[in-house]
């Protein structure tokens, strides 16, 4: 689907939040880098599906309905084989219905679960007077509980992507403290501009948080991913 | 950008009338443009201040429409409820512009304030009125003797641009300022911003060739997006300083990046500054600090330092105080050292950088011939000498002009190095002879502050701006 396709369909169904696979979708298209998830409809079709992307695999409830997908129970990380993605499928679906009945249920997402790499975020969101504001920081507690993160106003220019990465605090991190793998800072740069990009061509998108993006020292992946449209 | 002439008409006005000045307020408005070098008029219609308004030598009209030739500035100081009749006469008459002194508007948070507020906004964006507040001084031009304030100077401006949301904050920038050797070009003071806001300002200040640097006192913006991209325009070709009013927030709660707003304004308004290459301070002393350096100090992108103190403890101190604001002092390089050697008294004295200079203080060459060797260190960026007020006045006291001659080797030593500069005079226990003599130092041309971090944090400024000139290419 196009972004024109994805944006209408969700506007058809009354929707601002995009679901996971359409965030996904919307931010390949500007070229960032996201795991990729198909749904399966059935246990069957998740054990298939499992397969075809490689163990382990993570699934996760798809459902317009629900935004914090963990709080249901239904996400499940690190399954290695057919007989665990089953069960693994069975009990998303239990927990779902139990603990949010009306919700509904279009599948669950199945993906190959990535490589761990140093947690970052890049996030957008709306100023009211300064219109998009793009954020970078760590990920995880990091970002939480220390605030580590920097900001830089829609578009950027390569300066202001460099900047931004070097100003937070959490920086030598990155650089690969103490022997932990060091991330490929010109490749987040580059995501960083990508997503400048796309919001400024993308007026009617309010929000995205890319949370979290794994970093390794060739490349990064966004693991999960949330676009939010404006409210018309 | 746009047009600069839009706004020329109301910094540069050959001709300018103040509605509504009366005995009760001292005739304070007649009095600020009683300097004007233009033609003044005044409008009342109250007979009984009309004698008043004569006697100060200006002809008055009982209406801005009898005035017989076109008015490019108006300034207003009638009843607020008085002032959508006088908008009305502004834009028959085709003004060029119209400050409104009068309050009691929006900032009230009246009904009343609100509905009067709303009614001279609409009348005078339909009519393309250039409205500068209300709730506002004004404009200033010192040369063309345009003021805000009887005790403001005039005459010969300077090249420094204002633009302030708050009056006594452009005054005082003006007061302050020219103290330190800082003068204005034009000023404005604009209040609640319903017509023409910051942006406007900015834009002819920015291309406004009397201005060189533009300093800012905002508390709040309409338009950030257009704000942000003059700003970004403007600041490779003129260096701005922005003075954020009105941040409580340090930015606490900046961050919740799966929950909806992931900033507070504080953080952001950091950003733009950071991101326009603008350069932030958080007060009068530090604006005026800052515009200070920025004007008379060489252009430099290296932050390492040679500094001078003139006693031990001093010397220690503010090496701690520029390192802790983010400078670097170096060691000095092998030739320098080798100099020091031959001259150098190092009983209690020491030359390592920074310099401890007590016991060399005998004779005014051998401080110049420090300064200079300084001067030509490769591993030194810029050169601080501390001055203190106790050391000179006793000096003073032996007589010989020991700082009239130091003077005239610093000016000299300014006008050849091509590494900035500064003097900080602390003043120890002689306050009163340390303003003083701060005075014939800036009058000079040398930026002289008044203790360690304002030099320190000052410099800094500098170094940045030249940083962030050097990624615009």
């Given at each position: 689907?196009t972004?024109?396709?994805?944006?209408?369909?969700?506007?058809r169904?009354?929707r601002?939040?995009?679901?996971?696979?359409?965030?996904?979708?919307?931010?390949?298209?500007?070229?960032?880098?996201?795991?990729?998830?198909?749904?399966?409809?059935?246990?069957?079709?998740?054990?298939?599906?499992?397969k075809?992307?490689?163990f382990?695999?993570?699934?996760?409830?798809?459902?317009?309905?629900?935004?914090?997908?963990?709080?249901?129970?239904?996400?499940?990380l690190?399954?290695?084989?057919?007989?665990?993605?089953?069960?693994?499928?069975?009990?998303?679906?239990?927990s779902?219905?139990q603990?949010?009945?009306?919700?509904r249920?279009?599948?669950?997402?199945?993906?190959?679960?990535?490589?761990?790499?140093?947690?970052?975020i890049?996030?957008?969101?709306k100023?009211?007077?300064?219109?998009?504001?793009?954020?970078?920081?760590?990920?995880?507690?990091?970002?939480?509980?220390?605030?580590?993160?920097?900001?830089?106003?829609?578009p950027?220019?390569?300066?202001?992507?460099?900047?931004?990465?070097?100003?937070?605090?959490?920086?030598?991190?990155?650089?690969g403290?103490?022997?932990?793998?060091?991330?490929?800072?010109?490749?987040?740069?580059?995501?960083?501009?990508?997503?400048?990009?796309?919001?400024d061509?993308?007026?009617?998108?309010?929000e995205?948080?890319?949370?979290?993006i794994?970093a390794?020292?060739?490349?990064?992946?966004?693991?999960?991913?949330?676009?939010?449209?404006e409210?018309? | 950008m746009?047009?600069?002439?839009?706004?020329?008409?109301?910094?540069?006005?050959?001709?300018?009338?103040?509605?509504?000045?009366?005995?009760e307020m001292?005739?304070?408005?007649?009095?600020n443009?009683?300097?004007?070098e233009?033609?003044?008029?005044?409008?009342?219609?109250d007979?009984?201040?009309?004698?008043?308004?004569?006697?100060?030598?200006?002809?008055?009209?009982?209406?801005?429409?009898?005035i017989?030739?076109?008015?490019?500035?108006?300034?207003?100081?009638?009843?607020?409820?008085?002032?959508?009749r006088?908008?009305?006469?502004?834009?028959?008459?085709?003004v060029?512009?119209?400050?409104?002194?009068?309050s009691?508007?929006?900032?009230?948070?009246?009904?009343e304030?609100?509905?009067?507020?709303?009614?001279?906004?609409e009348?005078?964006?339909k009519?393309?009125?250039?409205?500068?507040?209300?709730?506002?001084?004004?404009i200033?031009?010192?040369?063309?003797?345009?003021?805000?304030?009887?005790?403001?100077y005039?005459?010969?401006?300077?090249?420094?641009?204002?633009?302030?949301?708050?009056?006594t904050?452009?005054?005082?920038?003006s007061?302050?300022g020219?103290?330190?050797?800082?003068k204005?070009s034009?000023?404005?003071s604009?209040?609640?911003a319903?017509?023409?806001?910051?942006?406007?300002?900015l834009?002819y200040?920015?291309?406004?060739?009397?201005?060189?640097?533009?300093?800012?006192?905002?508390?709040g913006?309409?338009?950030?997006?257009?704000?942000f991209?003059?700003?970004?325009?403007?600041?490779?070709?003129?260096?701005?300083?922005?003075?954020?009013?009105?941040?409580?927030?340090?930015?606490?709660?900046?961050?919740?990046?799966?929950?909806?707003?992931?900033?507070?304004?504080?953080?952001?308004?950091?950003?733009?500054?950071?991101q326009?290459?603008?350069?932030?301070?958080?007060?009068?002393?530090?604006?005026?600090?800052a515009?200070k350096?920025?004007?008379?100090?060489?252009?430099?992108?290296?932050?390492?330092?040679?500094?001078?103190a003139?006693?031990?403890?001093?010397?220690v101190?503010?090496?701690?105080?520029?390192a802790r604001d983010g400078?670097?002092?170096?060691?000095?390089?092998?030739?320098?050292y080798?100099?020091?050697?031959?001259?150098f008294?190092i009983?209690?004295?020491?030359?390592?950088?920074?310099?401890?200079?007590?016991?060399?203080?005998?004779?005014?060459d051998l401080?110049?011939?420090?300064?200079?060797i300084?001067?030509?260190?490769e591993?030194?960026?810029?050169?601080?000498?501390?001055?203190?007020?106790?050391f000179?006045?006793?000096v003073?006291e032996?007589?010989?002009?020991f700082?009239?001659q130091?003077?005239d080797g610093m000016?000299?030593?300014?006008?050849r190095?091509?590494?900035?500069?500064?003097?900080?005079?602390?003043?120890?226990?002689?306050?009163?002879?340390a303003?003083?003599?701060?005075?014939?130092?800036t009058?000079?041309?040398?930026?002289?502050?008044?203790?360690?971090h304002?030099?320190?944090?000052?410099?800094?400024?500098?170094?940045e701006?030249?940083?962030?000139?050097?990624?615009?290419?």
């Amino acid at each position: 689907m196009t972004v024109s396709e994805i944006v209408a369909n969700a506007r058809r169904e009354g929707r601002t939040n995009l679901t996971e696979i359409e965030s996904k979708e919307l931010l390949a298209s500007a070229g960032i880098n996201t795991t990729k998830l198909k749904i399966a409809k059935s246990r069957e079709e998740a054990i298939s599906l499992g397969k075809e992307s490689g163990f382990p695999v993570v699934l996760k409830i798809h459902s317009p309905d629900i935004i914090h997908k963990s709080d249901v129970g239904g996400v499940k990380l690190g399954l290695g084989g057919e007989d665990e993605v089953g069960r693994a499928y069975d009990e998303i679906i239990t927990s779902v219905k139990q603990s949010q009945p009306e919700a509904r249920i279009e599948g669950i997402a199945v993906q190959h679960m990535a490589r761990p790499g140093t947690e970052v975020i890049i996030g957008m969101t709306k100023d009211p007077q300064f219109g998009p504001v793009i954020m970078f920081g760590l990920g995880g507690v990091l970002v939480e509980l220390l605030k580590d993160v920097s900001f830089r106003i829609v578009p950027l220019a390569r300066r202001d992507a460099r900047e931004m990465i070097r100003e937070i605090k959490g920086y030598p991190l990155l650089e690969g403290y103490r022997g932990q793998e060091p991330a490929d800072i010109a490749y987040l740069e580059e995501m960083i501009l990508k997503v400048s990009e796309f919001v400024d061509n993308n007026s009617e998108v309010r929000e995205i948080d890319l949370n979290p993006i794994f970093a390794y020292s060739d490349g990064a992946v966004a693991v999960d991913a949330r676009v939010i449209l404006e409210e018309r | 950008m746009k047009d600069i002439r839009e706004l020329d008409r109301i910094f540069n006005p050959q001709t300018v009338a103040v509605v509504g000045d009366k005995a009760e307020m001292g005739y304070m408005w007649l009095r600020n443009m009683s300097t004007f070098e233009g033609r003044l008029y005044s409008v009342q219609i109250d007979p009984k201040e009309i004698p008043g308004i004569e006697a100060l030598g200006v002809k008055n009209y009982t209406s801005l429409l009898d005035i017989p030739e076109p008015i490019d500035y108006v300034l207003v100081a009638v009843p607020r409820q008085v002032t959508p009749r006088i908008i009305a006469d502004c834009i028959t008459k085709g003004v060029g512009g119209v400050a409104l002194f009068s309050s009691g508007f929006a900032e009230t948070g009246t009904e009343e304030g609100i509905r009067l507020q709303d009614i001279i906004t609409e009348m005078a964006r339909k009519a393309e009125l250039k409205l500068i507040g209300p709730n506002c001084m004004g404009i200033f031009n010192p040369r063309l003797g345009i003021r805000n304030g009887f005790n403001q100077y005039y005459g010969e401006g300077g090249p420094v641009g204002f633009i302030s949301q708050s009056g006594t904050h452009s005054i005082w920038f003006s007061e302050v300022g020219v103290l330190n050797g800082v003068k204005v070009s034009k000023s404005v003071s604009y209040g609640n911003a319903v017509v023409l806001d910051s942006t406007d300002y900015l834009e002819y200040l920015s291309q406004d060739e009397e201005t060189e640097i533009i300093g800012i006192y905002i508390e709040g913006v309409k338009d950030g997006r257009r704000f942000f991209k003059v700003l970004r325009e403007t600041t490779p070709h003129k260096p701005v300083i922005i003075w954020k009013g009105g941040v409580t927030d340090d930015g606490a709660r900046a961050t919740a990046s799966h929950t909806g707003v992931l900033a507070e304004s504080p953080v952001i308004w950091d950003a733009v500054i950071k991101q326009c290459g603008a350069i932030k301070v958080d007060n009068l002393e530090e604006m005026v600090d800052a515009v200070k350096a920025l004007l008379y100090l060489k252009p430099t992108k290296g932050d390492r330092v040679g500094l001078i103190a003139m006693s031990g403890g001093q010397s220690v101190v503010v090496t701690d105080t520029f390192a802790r604001d983010g400078l670097r002092v170096p060691t000095l390089s092998d030739e320098s050292y080798a100099e020091f050697a031959t001259f150098f008294n190092i009983v209690g004295s020491s030359y390592r950088n920074p310099l401890d200079i007590s016991s060399n203080l005998g004779s005014v060459d051998l401080v110049l011939r420090m300064i200079k060797i300084l001067g030509r260190d490769e591993n030194v960026d810029a050169v601080v000498l501390e001055l203190a007020m106790d050391f000179l006045a006793r000096v003073v006291e032996r007589g010989g002009g020991f700082l009239e001659q130091l003077l005239d080797g610093m000016v000299d030593f300014k006008e050849r190095s091509p590494k900035p500069f500064l003097a900080i005079l602390v003043p120890g226990s002689e306050e009163v002879a340390a303003v003083e003599a701060r005075g014939r130092i800036t009058e000079r041309g040398i930026p002289c502050f008044p203790d360690f971090h304002r030099g320190a944090n000052a410099l800094k400024k500098v170094v940045e701006y030249h940083r962030f000139l050097t990624t615009q290419s």
